[in-house]
């Protein structure tokens, strides 16, 4: 068994000069290529057993006195690969700002407020048809200092296991029709006719009536070979 | 129904406290720890520290390092393992004076299909858009090294970027292995 290779027409480049801490982050050698052995093709195993009860529920899992303030917003999607297989058991982590557009991490030094009853930590995992589902409050824009008058879209960060080494994702799911997408060096350092598969889309079906407004963010992780690859 | 593989982006800045909460003391469990061992392991005990450097030479404070790797024996944990060994380990470079990273493991075996002892090694930041693979091997380990499939197709000039110095100290044996982002001694990553 062995899986696609990264598809580079998908994914970022490793400089990309509009977003300035590339620049002497990114490597400048081409990356070597490996054929795959088991050390690709296995990975760590989380499934629900680590799962907190209310790790799926960020607007719960960390109030201290109340309900955490913003706009609830349900996200569900399906993680998949690119044969269309659905992704069953894989571990998904998510965290992002609050309504106010503020981290909780102490580095974040942004002057708006945090929140006593969010953390912005979440996880879950995908069920046997690759389904997901979490609960969390839409979080704000915030300013960052990669140029003059620099702001981040609304964003979740997602980080996927996937079924093996090789099928590791880090990203960020963005919201439909957020005017700061064109401006973000982040979003737009994926190639042009990927960055849309970053956007979730509003669903009504998916919406929960008096409840929370629904999201849904489809996740493709690489996919394996059909058949052995001969060499 | 789109089929093409989601793009990466970068892990940012603020990941501490979902993903490595227990190292930064954040009210959140942790799935992975740079603590990768309990008495019930079996194994040689080691520590793998070093820093993550810029173009510059800068240690970076806010990188996250992921380890893969198989037991002693050679074999790759999966969900039926009653010991507790995960293979996996995370860390941040922002809980060390010196910004380093560490993983108290142990040291995996060679794999049966050849390749020498080594580390999987994943690398996300602020500013790497796509997370990187690398390889840690050992410097004890000089003639498994030397037949090593994955080695062997790797310049000989850069070949020593992916090994460990084995240092013994008074607290255990240490392997140091720093990651340069760029500059003359530049790690070699893959294309994974």
Redesign the interface.
């Known amino acids: 068994m062995t899986f696609l ?3 580079w027409d ?5 400089i ?1 000069s509009d ?11 081409p ?10 093709t ?6 629900p057993q ?1 799962l ?1 009860q209310l ?1 799926h529920d960020l607007t719960k ?2 109030q201290v006195n109340g309900e955490p303030l913003g706009e609830r917003i349900v996200v569900t999607g399906q993680v ?5 297989h659905p992704i069953p058991n894989t ?1 998904i ?3 992002q700002a609050n309504a106010a557009g503020r ?3 102490v ?2 030094d942004h002057g708006a407020p945090l929140d006593p009853n969010f ?5 879950c995992v995908s069920d046997d048809k690759g389904n997901y589902r979490f609960y969390t409050v839409k979080p704000g824009a915030y300013p960052w200092k990669n140029h003059h008058n620099a702001w981040r879209p609304n964003h979740i ?1 997602f ?1 996927l296991l996937g079924p093996a ?2 099928t ?5 799911m963005y919201f439909p029709g957020d005017p700061l997408l064109d401006l973000d060096p ?2 737009q ?3 042009a006719a ?2 849309h ?2 956007v979730s889309r509003f669903s009504i079906e998916v919406t929960e009536p008096e409840f929370a407004i629904g999201y849904v963010f ?6 394996q070979t059909a058949t052995p690859v001969q060499h | 129904m789109s089929s093409e593989q989601t793009p990466s982006q970068t892990v940012g800045p603020y990941f501490a406290y979902t993903l490595t909460p227990k190292q930064y003391g954040y009210n959140f469990t942790s799935i992975a720890d740079p603590q990768m061992v309990d008495e019930k392991i079996q194994g040689e005990r080691i520590r793998i520290t070093g820093q993550v450097l810029d173009g510059e030479g800068a240690p970076v404070s806010d990188a996250m390092i992921e380890i893969w790797q198989v037991d002693a024996a050679g074999r790759y944990p999966d969900a039926s393992r009653q010991d507790g060994f995960t293979g996996f380990g995370r860390v941040g470079t922002g809980t060390d004076t010196h910004n380093r990273f560490w993983f108290d493991t142990i040291k995996p075996g060679a794999t049966p299909d050849g390749q020498a002892p080594h580390l999987n090694v994943m690398v996300f930041m602020r500013g790497l858009l796509s997370h990187l693979y690398t390889r840690i091997y050992f410097s004890d380990e000089d003639a498994l090294n030397t037949s090593d499939p994955v080695l062997e197709n790797v310049d000989e000039t850069r070949r020593q970027t992916l090994v460990a110095e084995r240092e013994e100290t008074p607290a255990g044996t240490v392997y140091h292995f720093d990651i340069h982002m760029q500059g003359a001694s530049e790690t070699v990553f893959f294309d994974v």
């Open positions: 290779p990264r598809d998908s994914h970022p480049p490793l990309y977003y300035k801490s590339t620049n002497l982050r990114g490597p400048t050698l990356l070597v290529p490996i054929r795959h052995s088991g050390c690709e296995t990975g760590p195993a989380f499934g680590y907190g790790d899992n960390a998949r690969d690119e044969s269309g571990l982590e998510v965290w981290y909780i991490h580095v974040d953390m912005g930590a979440g996880r960060h980080s080494m090789a590791r994702l880090v990203t960020q982040i979003f350092g994926a190639p990927a960055r598969r970053l489809d996740i493709v992780l690489r996919g």
